[in-house]
């Protein structure tokens, strides 16, 4: 599932992208009675993605799944790039012009800075009377509807000695559709999820290449995570006759949020689970940046000044020894949170992302902050959102940790999608967290739609 999604992603859609750079608008034109290529690219890729959206065990109804079995604004939000929400199934229809005019306007200077050998026209401006300058007009203007930025003139473009490349040409059009996926969404929560997915590294799990099995992920749960990071409704749940009941009495969502807000529904430890599976990522990290570092599990390790603060022993999850300086460690702790509890809505999830980790991020602070100083370490608070949007703390402190430097290309996990240190660090965090998510959720599944006992699931 993780493979045919990267396959998908980044090998077949970027063939399209490469004609559309050279071709352009033409790829929009009716073919007959056909609709145009672009058109019938992108519905062939609705339909692949509805087949990846589809339980990869259910061989037949996989294969026969088109994008008529999910709602519209599914494929809207996938379109986007991740970093605002989306999965990055190529969208022609929003990249034709970008790409057309970045290709353009790149080979314009090649062909100034040549134009004696190659016998261009004198005149390269926007005057000029070549038919490819007629397309690069229509491509503008159209650009320019488009986009919710502004688009240089083309005479400014056209001067321009280092031409803009197609992806900052483009931002303004997917900004414009971003606003367009949340603003079609059909109630507050799944506009919170929208924001959630759009939030700090939440889409870094999609860019993992499974080149080690830290970055492996199973097929079950990579389908759950983008069912639920794109609103598909999960099928198990959905297609009940009546919905399922959770042991709080409550009925299941059929788009698998209530196993993060249910405190009755946390069996076997589920909640401590998905924690673990962050703070384990967190440390495998830690260990590779800096060293000695440690989970604390039950060890008392503030002693008194726990007791002088807070009045009790206080747990942290990790410890980094002499981060600082010798004696002075960095103390973590771990949190996996939801942006659908009541407390974050009102706080503005479904309008800013990342709200719901900085409560947590507060709180954390509030109870570990004061008993740290007294033991002159430094406390980061580990938060994570269910759909992988990291706190600013978990972000500080693993960019601090790794630097902005890019990655050996000799490292033997090595791999194109994470180019720099900081990516692939935060791709381990966050698949670890949003696969940890799924596997809960399909633990919930597991027990209230199938009746299995999850203890003995477990147990193998
Ligand atoms: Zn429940």
């Known amino acids: 599932m993780q493979s045919a999604y990267i396959i998908v992603r980044?090998?077949?859609?970027?063939?399209?992208?490469?004609?559309?750079?050279?071709?352009?608008?033409?790829?929009?034109?009716?073919?007959?009675?056909?609709?145009?290529?672009?058109?019938?690219?992108?519905?062939?890729?609705?339909?692949?993605?509805?087949?990846?959206?589809?339980?990869?065990?259910?061989?037949?109804?996989?294969?026969?799944?088109?994008?008529?079995?999910?709602?519209?604004?599914?494929?809207?939000?996938?379109?986007?790039?991740?970093?605002?929400?989306?999965?990055?199934?190529?969208?022609?229809?929003?990249?034709?012009?970008?790409?057309?005019?970045?290709?353009?306007?790149?080979?314009?200077?090649?062909?100034?800075?040549?134009?004696?050998?190659l016998r261009a026209p004198v005149d390269l401006s926007?005057?000029?009377?070549?038919?490819?300058?007629?397309?690069?007009?229509?491509?503008?203007?159209?650009?320019?509807?488009?986009?919710?930025?502004?688009?240089?003139?083309?005479?400014?473009?056209?001067?321009?000695?280092?031409?803009?490349?197609?992806?900052?040409?483009?931002?303004?059009v997917w900004d414009k559709r971003q606003a367009l996926v949340r603003a079609e969404q059909p109630d507050r929560r799944e506009r919170t999820r929208v924001c959630s997915a759009a939030g700090q590294h939440a889409g870094a799990w999609l860019g993992a290449v499974p080149v080690s099995d830290r970055l492996r992920a199973l097929p079950r749960l990579y389908q759950l995570a983008l069912c639920m990071r794109l609103g598909v409704e999960i099928s198990d749940?959905?297609?009940?006759?009546?919905?399922?009941?959770?042991?709080?009495?409550?009925?299941?969502?059929?788009?698998?949020w209530h196993p993060s807000v249910c405190r009755k529904g946390n069996r076997e430890n589920a909640w401590t689970v998905r924690h673990d599976t962050v703070q384990w990522a967190l440390i495998w990290v830690l260990r590779r940046l800096r060293g000695n570092v440690s989970a604390v599990g039950k060890r008392d390790m503030f002693g008194s000044a726990a007791m002088a603060t807070v009045g009790r022993a206080l747990h942290a999850d990790i410890v980094a020894y002499h981060w600082r300086a010798p004696g002075r460690?960095?103390?973590?702790?771990?949190?996996?949170?939801?942006?659908?509890?009541?407390?974050?809505?009102?706080?503005?999830?479904?309008?800013?992302?990342?709200t719901a980790a900085r409560l947590r991020e507060r709180k954390k602070h509030s109870k570990y902050g004061a008993t740290v100083d007294r033991v002159g370490g430094c406390f980061r608070a580990g938060v994570m959102e269910r759909f992988g949007a990291v706190g600013d703390a978990m972000q500080a402190m693993v960019r601090g940790a790794c630097g902005d430097l890019d990655r050996d290309r000799g490292e033997e996990d090595w791999a194109f999608s994470a180019p720099s240190q900081v990516t692939y660090y935060m791709q381990h965090i966050v698949l670890a967290g949003v696969m940890a998510d799924a596997a809960m959720v399909d633990a919930a599944i597991e027990a209230d739609v199938y009746r299995r006992d999850l203890g003995a699931v477990r147990a193998g």
């Open 10 to 117: 980044y090998c077949l859609a970027l063939r399209f992208v490469h004609l559309l750079r050279g071709c352009g608008q033409v790829l929009r034109v009716r073919d007959d009675d056909r609709d145009s290529p672009v058109a019938r690219h992108d519905s062939v890729f609705r339909d692949t993605l509805a087949a990846l959206l589809t339980r990869a065990d259910l061989y037949e109804r996989r294969a026969a799944a088109t994008a008529q079995g999910f709602h519209g604004r599914v494929f809207r939000q996938a379109a986007l790039p991740p970093k605002l929400g989306g999965v990055a199934l190529a969208c022609a229809d929003a990249v034709c012009e970008s790409a057309f005019l970045a290709c353009t306007l790149a080979c314009l200077v090649y062909l100034r800075a040549h134009g004696r050998l």
């Open 126 to 172: 926007e005057r000029c009377a070549l038919p490819m300058f007629d397309a690069l007009r229509l491509a503008h203007a159209r650009l320019r509807t488009d986009s919710v930025a502004s688009v240089q003139d083309l005479s400014h473009l056209l001067s321009g000695s280092t031409p803009p490349p197609q992806r900052v040409l483009s931002e303004g």
């Open 237 to 256: 749940l959905a297609e009940l006759p009546r919905p399922a009941l959770c042991v709080c009495g409550a009925a299941h969502d059929a788009f698998g």
């Open 329 to 354: 460690h960095l103390w973590v702790d771990v949190a996996v949170t939801t942006p659908d509890t009541a407390e974050a809505l009102r706080a503005g999830s479904a309008e800013v992302s990342g």
